[in-house]
């Protein structure tokens, strides 16, 4: 694993078939404002008849469910399926085929019937999710503009007993886990670059924390340009790239007071941000680069402020609850995610880019946190120990088919998700 003798996430983790189907479940998810397209699935006899069909639909559905796009009516599979008929139908997924070769033809469900997508696939070959996947992602990115999910890649923070943290990347299904970082240290806090390029997070060994910059591009074998950015001693961490990644804002305290900082790539110079009392932390930008939330005790709590790039002015934005923290921006700027202590248990909120309209994304028994929106705003990541030991859970932006992300074995804590359009690296 490249901590010496530790056992090999850095290859493959043994995983455990997951459990999509919990009746156990305690994360109760209000809508959020996105709504799913209803796709019906049509078939017909002799399509179903032909050889390798059987095998593909059940792979079709559950991306088609993955994607965070659709909700199902019709089909085979459990994957986001409704349980009754829709009172709109907004598309219709359509097969037909001969031989080995299978037409997929996707209409819009108005009366022209208009068709958005069509693509032929040859069952003679092996109906691999690899396959399935890139369909999808085809017609997610024909019907959104935007590059499908599906195989992305989600950073995060993995703990094997008797083991250091470790950074650790998987694909949007959990398939297999990859090393990223290589110390004998504690990692933690990964943060994607916009581009995937590049991941910054937080290394803290005996004489302190530091901020390093991971570059995934390589040469020769190796990454290039990965480096510390800070001092390896006092209370460095952090490290949200700015959204043309030519800035990284994070924490530093060079004099003892824990404040932000803005790190420039092509001066190499660094700039302070913040000259308050207290520790301010989990810098995070927005979408035009004119703002950036993060967390300060200054106020003897933990609490979320909005920092304005130009005058360097703050503002805070939460005052319910003594604990508030890990803010995201939406991928729009519109929308905040953040954690808000209730009673004993942390839980995952939205409020609006003002402080304001607080609506609760989760609730129950357990601790649910660290959430994370998907590069394309429709689905978050978390990590929540409702199995006793924390672990990380996707759901729909609308607050449906939640499902385990991970298949790591019973004792491996996950936390930190970062999630990013590039796909897992090799």
């Known amino acids: 694993m490249a901590l010496g003798a530790a056992p090999a996430p850095a290859q ?107 693509d032929v696939l040859e ?10 996947i890139d369909l999808v992602n085809r017609i997610a990115q024909r019907i959104t503009g935007e590059p499908g999910l599906l195989g992305s890649t989600i950073a995060f923070v993995l703990r094997q007993p008797g083991y250091s943290k470790v950074i650790v990347a998987t694909t949007t299904h959990g398939e297999r886990l990859k090393l990223i970082s290589a110390n004998r240290d504690i990692s ?90 207290g520790i301010e932390t989990s810098a995070v930008w927005s979408p035009s680069a004119k703002e950036l939330l993060f967390v300060s005790d200054r106020s003897g709590t933990p609490q979320i402020y909005l920092l304005d790039m130009e005058s360097l002015e703050d503002l805070r934005l939460t005052f319910e609850s003594g604990y508030n923290a890990d803010p995201k921006w939406s991928p729009d700027g519109e929308q905040i995610l953040f954690t808000k202590r209730i009673g004993r248990t942390d839980q995952i909120h939205i409020m609006d880019r003002y402080g304001e309209n607080v609506r609760s994304v989760t609730s129950g028994p357990h601790d649910s946190e660290q959430a994370e929106w998907s590069p394309d705003g429709k689905q978050i990541v978390f990590t929540s120990n409702r199995s006793g030991v924390f672990k990380l859970y996707v759901v729909s932006a609308d607050g449906t088919n939640l499902r385990r992300l991970t298949h790591t074995p019973e004792r491996f804590e996950e936390s930190s998700p970062s999630w990013t359009w590039r796909r897992m690296p090799r």
């Open 123 to 132: 069952l003679a070959e092996p109906v691999t999710e690899e396959r399935v």
């Open 188 to 277: 933690l806090l990964p943060h994607w670059s916009p581009s995937g390029d590049a991941l910054a997070y937080t290394v803290l060994g005996r004489n302190g924390s530091a901020v390093y910059y991971h570059s995934m591009l390589r040469e020769g074998g190796l990454n290039r340009e990965s480096r510390f950015l800070t001092a390896r001693t006092g209370l460095n961490s952090g490290g949200a790239f700015s959204p043309d990644e030519r800035r990284l804002a994070f924490t530093m305290s060079p004099n003892g007071s824990a404040d932000l900082y803005e790190y420039d790539f092509q001066s190499g110079r660094t700039r302070r941000l913040t000259f308050r009392d």
């Open 12 to 118: 493959e983790v043994a995983q455990a078939p997951p459990a999509y189907d919990d009746p156990a479940q305690d994360i109760l998810i209000e809508g959020i404002g996105f709504s799913k397209l209803i796709l019906e699935i049509e078939q017909n006899g002799a399509v179903a008849r032909l050889p390798g069909f059987a095998g593909l639909l059940p792979l079709l559905e559950k991306n088609l469910c993955w994607s965070g796009l659709f909700s199902l009516h019709g089909g085979v599979s459990r994957h986001c399926r409704l349980r009754s008929r829709p009172s709109r139908t907004d598309m219709r997924l359509r097969f037909a085929g001969s031989g080995t070769a299978l037409g997929v033809r996707l209409q819009d469900a108005g009366p022209e019937e208009l068709v958005l997508f069509e």
